[in-house]
């Protein structure tokens, strides 16, 4: 069964750092293009950042450069979101999910996990 299984969130304080893992289940990340994507509350989802299959990170969203990195590991069939200098804005339920293999971070989303929810919070 493909399936996305995000982890890793939780309450931090601004300023404070959160690693989001992807673990995928069931097809092998490799040939896949990855993003992690978020809603925040009374907001619609937005993508947060995407990695290609060739492992360079191709987007990022402008209000967490400098800040979100996000990497993949095949061989433990992982994708991460290192998230740090949190703002209370960060606030949201963090996903991820792939694109159809062999292509790229444009095309359309298919396959989600049930989402993290990540607080930032004093």
């Known amino acids: 069964q493909v399936q996305l299984v995000e982890s890793g969130g939780g309450l931090v304080q601004p300023g404070g750092s959160l690693r989001l893992s992807c673990a995928a289940t069931?097809?092998?990340?490799?040939?896949?293009?990855v993003g992690w994507f978020r809603q925040r509350p009374g907001k619609g989802r937005e993508g947060v950042a995407c990695i290609s299959t060739s492992d360079v990170p191709t987007f990022y969203t402008d209000s967490v450069k400098g800040r979100f990195t996000i990497s993949r590991d095949n061989t433990n069939n992982m994708v991460y979101l290192q998230m740090n200098s949190l703002k209370p804005e960060d606030t949201a339920v963090y996903s991820c999910?792939?694109?159809?293999?062999?292509?790229?971070?444009?095309?359309?989303?298919?396959?989600w996990g049930q989402g993290t929810q990540v607080t930032v919070s004093s």
């Open positions: 999910a792939t694109a159809p293999p062999y292509s790229d971070c444009s095309t359309d989303f298919h396959t």
């Open positions: 069931g097809f092998t990340f490799d040939y896949y293009p």
